[in-house]
């Protein structure tokens, strides 16, 4: 692997700018740019006449450039207009905010594009890759698969491929392949080499499977490999055994204004006798959203701090933990405990204040980011740590907070709905609890999916929630891999809601650009009522808790993901009034469809999941990964359970074969580098 992990400044054109940027998107070294696989592909070997182009659908065209044209939108966006014309009609290409791309193009020139072809009575497109032809080039170099890598504002999904594509020249024959030729054989995979070729720049969608086959089956063997060599902790590694007194955890219950649900009893049982056992707890709580993991995550917290213990619960991101922040101290007060919060954001006088309060010992709760697992963070005496949304952070995230206590307790949390099945093998070191069961009083989110015609009718209903004192959510999504295209359809949504559609209500814009501090100002504002509106990017997704809110807008659904809509959903429908979600969409695909309908005739996270699966089914390489296990490159938990499976008879077998032979060394060796811990003894 040495020469895969030199700097990507070996390949030409790369130095410390461009060597800057592509860390933005965590690659670094020349392996980090091979395994950068492709998100979606586009077929352009399927070239159909102008008139037969499918609205919603992204489609290639080839023609000549018959006219070109620059203006503004209403919102004062440029736009660029060439016409492309062939034997089958014409077509008009479009982009948004790129004037320098005006220069690029010439009366009569060859072109070939890939877009999605918008509905309406004239022929248009909205382009997101596009190819300049000569009149000696061959057109079969281009009508192509070509993929798209996951991009960013300063390089481009084409400047990436063409990078991937030097580096595979450059150093394709130093992939080495860690599984012995005989498994290969024996589960029909490819080399690796290959199957890297293939899955960047694919001869045909055969080989595409084929390709993303092998990486997957790869992916999930060393996890489920990695798995078998850990030790349960829950059952063979000493810990606290804490106090079976309950005087402040019972206080607590006792003064919640509401009654706990039999499924929170149950899991708080369960932590209970886990945590008073002389070994460590190491447990995954799974519930839907708006289940109430929250109030379980407190009472661990306070069972430790009954002993004297100091607790910490993690957060993956900073509104999230102000929002955990702000809830447990309104909570703790009556028991005279205060909560600090320690995050990125805080000024150098509030950070050295809270490290002094953990490493003294004054301070038994901490909430937290990733800022709780930098070297400079001392714990006095570290008894139990709860992690939110645990998908969300790497098993070292985990491990590195555990460090910082000697064999605390493990509390880790998510809402993401994965078949049990699927959760066993995912955390195969924790043992599983599940909040089946929504808080009493809770009403079913009402969801409609409306298309363009019903705007007006809409806002007239989101007008009546506001009147009647409730807030609104608006989302936007993210438009292919440019986050600077969906920061601008946030900002024009936002600045015409809050000018021309509601200029009597505040309207509040959250998007992924804006600072931590300039974040939790607005979610502040918004928790608070001083904004009635709040327009976001799906940065929301996870943790924002505004009872108040009662509706969410959700722009141009057809992006979206089931998972990541019923989890967008989820942030309204917390308090005691009727709640509702509308999904916009005039997408016309049938898989858009069914999953529309879905949306509005359930609210079981579970259920969502399972028909999410059935739709999009394990053989399907287009659409937006789940969030999976932060290690994959490639493998999908959701997507692909059956090629879990096959991985799992792969795993069985070398293991029954018996992992310390020398017939995988090179296994041991990636496992290890991999997950960067020792799992079997004697590797060096």
């Not at 990078?163 to 029909?188: N, S, V, W």
């Not at 993303?212 to 490999?225: A, G, K, N, P």
């Not at 814009?509 to 976001?536: D, P, W, Y």
Request: hydrophobic letters at 40%; aromatic letters at 6%; a positive charge.
């Amino acid at each position: 692997m040495n020469k895969l992990t030199q700097p990507v400044t070996v390949l030409k054109g790369i130095g410390k700018q461009k060597a800057a940027e592509l860390h933005q998107l965590s690659i670094d070294t020349v392996e980090d740019l091979l395994t950068h696989y492709p998100y979606r592909y586009e077929d352009r070997a399927n070239l159909k006449p102008i008139s037969q182009l499918s609205s919603d659908q992204l489609e290639t065209v080839l023609g000549r450039v018959e006219a070109i044209n620059e203006g503004f939108t209403k919102n004062g966006r440029h736009m660029l207009r060439v016409t492309l014309a062939n034997n089958s009609g014409r077509i008009v290409l479009m982009w948004f905010n790129q004037r320098y791309l005006k220069q690029r193009f010439a009366l009569n020139q060859r072109l070939i594009a890939s877009g999605k072809i918008l509905s309406g009575t004239t022929k248009q497109m909205m382009v997101t890759d596009f190819e300049i032809l000569s009149e000696t080039d061959d057109i079969s170099q281009f009508a192509r698969l070509v993929p798209v890598h996951r991009a960013s504002e300063k390089l481009s999904a084409k400047w990436i491929r063409q990078t991937i594509e030097q580096a595979l020249r450059a150093y394709g024959g130093d992939i080495i392949d860690f599984l012995p030729q005989p498994l290969c054989q024996r589960y029909r995979l490819l080399p690796r080499s290959e199957a890297i070729a293939e899955i960047h720049f694919p001869s045909s969608w055969a080989k595409l499977n084929m390709a993303r086959y092998r990486l997957v089956i790869e992916e999930f063997t060393l996890m489920l490999l990695e798995l078998s060599q850990r030790v349960t902790p829950n059952k063979s590694v000493k810990g606290i055994a804490h106090q079976p007194t309950e005087r402040l955890t019972n206080q607590f219950i006792r003064q919640l204004p509401f009654k706990l649900t039999n499924a929170q009893r149950k899991v708080i049982l369960e932590i209970k006798s886990d945590m008073e056992k002389p070994t460590a707890m190491h447990r995954l709580v799974q519930g839907d959203v708006g289940s109430g993991k929250t109030m379980v995550a407190l009472y661990t917290l306070l069972k430790a701090a009954e002993g004297g213990y100091q607790s910490a619960l993690m957060a993956p991101t900073e509104i999230l933990a102000e929002q955990h922040y702000l809830t447990l101290r309104q909570i703790l007060a009556p028991l005279g405990i205060e909560p600090i919060l320690l995050k990125g954001s805080l000024n150098t006088k509030e950070k050295t204040s809270a490290l002094e309060k953990l490493a003294n010992g004054d301070s038994q709760i901490i909430i937290g980011t990733h800022a709780l697992i930098q070297k400079n963070v001392n714990f006095c005496n570290l008894g139990a740590i709860v992690i939110d949304e645990q998908h969300r952070f790497g098993v070292r995230d985990r491990l590195a907070l555990e460090n910082k206590g000697s064999q605390p307790d493990v509390l880790v949390m998510t809402a993401t709905p994965i078949p049990r099945s699927l959760a066993l093998t995912l955390y195969g070191d924790l043992e599983l609890s599940v909040i089946d069961e929504l808080p009493p009083g809770r009403k079913p989110i009402i969801t409609y999916h409306i298309t363009e015609k019903k705007r007006q009718s809409m806002y007239g209903f989101i007008l009546q929630q506001l009147q009647a004192g409730h807030q609104v959510y608006v989302v936007c999504p993210m438009i292919e891999e440019s986050a600077k295209i969906d920061l601008e359809n946030a900002q024009a949504l936002h600045q015409k809601l809050a000018t021309e559609i509601f200029p009597q209500y505040q309207v509040g814009l959250l998007h992924g650009k804006m600072t931590a501090t300039a974040k939790a100002e607005i979610m502040e504002s918004f928790r608070t009522a001083h904004l009635q509106i709040l327009v976001s990017t799906t940065v929301i997704e996870v943790g924002v808790d505004v009872p108040n809110a009662n509706m969410m807008v959700i722009e141009n659904a057809e992006r979206f993901g089931l998972a990541q809509l019923h989890q967008l959903r989820g942030r309204v429908g917390r308090g005691d009034v009727q709640s509702y979600c509308i999904l916009v969409s005039e997408a016309k695909a049938e898989d858009t469809q069914r999953r529309m309908a879905i949306m509005t005739k359930s609210n079981d996270g579970f259920a969502i999941a399972e028909e999410d699966l059935a739709i999009r089914g394990p053989g399907e390489i287009l659409g937006i990964r789940q969030s999976g296990l932060p290690d994959f490159k490639i493998a999908d938990l959701v997507q692909d359970i059956k090629l879990l499976e096959r991985s799992k008879l792969l795993a069985a077998d070398i293991l029954n074969d018996g992992l310390e032979n020398t017939t995988y060394d090179a296994l041991r060796l990636e496992i290890q580098r991999r997950y960067q811990q020792k799992i079997i003894s004697g590797i060096n």
